[in-house]
Each structure stands twice: as structure tokens, then as C-alpha cells.
């Protein structure tokens, strides 16, 4: 018989385990931030069946679990592509060539904001401040890997670099 936890493996299981063991004993849910991203880097994306897993996991409710994910915008609800790039268009990088460098990704990809490429590579989000105003024009590719002074000579690197 299986349970709900079968979803994720048990390396994730592991992982959570070791980010559960940093909160007091009675406060397992204090780990869910970082129990989504496991879960995320684990799935791609999170559905309501993962979240609901994490959750159950953690000895909270579902839609505890949900209300953060929904939360955040590094949380996926829907699946992405295989490169999530997220461009900061929050007043000081838009200043500073953050609205360009989006333009120029768009036009490159033949996508919008919140969508998608045919082949499924990539996946263009508009972000808010990633706290390096001073890098700007600022991406994040797949929430973990900050590119600073995001020109369209680097976004072109960073494109073929994806390919």
C-alpha cells in the first residue's frame, strides 16, 4: 500500500528531514518554504498533490501549505520550462535597463511574460526586486542562479548557453 509521501522520493524525504531538524520539535511547519523548493527541484513545478504531500508531511494543512507556495513567486503552481527565467522589472532595474532586457528576451524567444516556448525550454516570469539593484539589469534562471548586467550580448550567451 502506498501513502501520500510515495510522490516525493526519499532523497527529498531527506532533505526536508535535515531542514525539519533546524525548528523546534513542535514546529515542523516551519520548514515548509524550504520543503516546497525541495519538492519543486524534486517535481519541476508544484501541483496541489505535492503541495497537499509537503503539507501532510510537515503536519499542517494543505491549504497552509498552498497559501505560502501561492505566496512567493519562486513557487511554480504550473509547470515551466526547463529554464524559468525570471527578469527584475521593479523600478530600479526598469531605470536601469530591466524593461530593455525583458523586450529583448521576449522578442529573442517569441514569448510573453508567464509563457512558455513550443519546445518547452523556456519559461519567461517578470520578477520583483532580487536585492541587487546595483547589477542591474538582474536575471535569475531557474531560481538559483543570479545574472547581473543582463545586456542583450549576455542574454544572447546566456540563451545559447540554455540550448
Not at 525539519?20 to 513542535?26: E, F, G, M, S, W
Not at 520548514?31 to 513545478?45: F, H, N
Not at 508544484?46 to 513567486?73: D, H
Not at 519546445?119 to 541587487?132: H, I, S, V, W
Request: glycine content about 6%; proline content about 4%.
Amino acid at each position: 500500500m502506498t501513502n501520500q509521501y510515495d510522490m516525493l522520493s526519499s532523497e527529498a524525504l531527506a532533505k526536508i528531514d535535515r531542514e525539519v531538524a533546524k525548528y523546534p520539535a513542535d514546529q515542523k511547519q516551519s520548514a515548509v518554504m524550504a520543503a516546497l523548493v525541495i519538492a519543486q527541484d524534486e517535481k519541476g513545478w508544484l501541483s496541489k498533490e505535492t503541495i497537499a504531500a509537503v503539507a501532510g508531511y510537515l503536519g499542517m494543512a494543505p491549504i497552509a501549505a498552498y497559501e505560502v507556495a501561492s505566496f512567493y513567486n519562486m513557487y511554480d503552481l504550473k509547470p515551466v520550462g526547463k529554464y524559468k527565467l525570471t527578469v527584475c522589472t521593479n523600478l530600479p532595474c526598469a531605470l536601469s535597463g530591466g524593461v530593455h532586457a525583458a523586450d529583448y528576451v521576449k522578442e529573442k524567444l517569441g514569448i510573453d511574460f508567464n509563457e512558455t516556448t513550443a519546445d518547452g525550454r523556456f519559461t519567461l516570469k517578470e520578477g520583483e526586486c532580487m536585492g541587487a539593484c546595483g547589477d542591474a539589469p538582474v536575471m535569475l534562471v531557474n531560481n538559483k542562479r543570479m545574472c547581473s548586467f543582463m545586456l542583450p550580448e549576455q542574454i544572447d550567451k546566456l540563451l545559447a548557453e540554455c540550448k
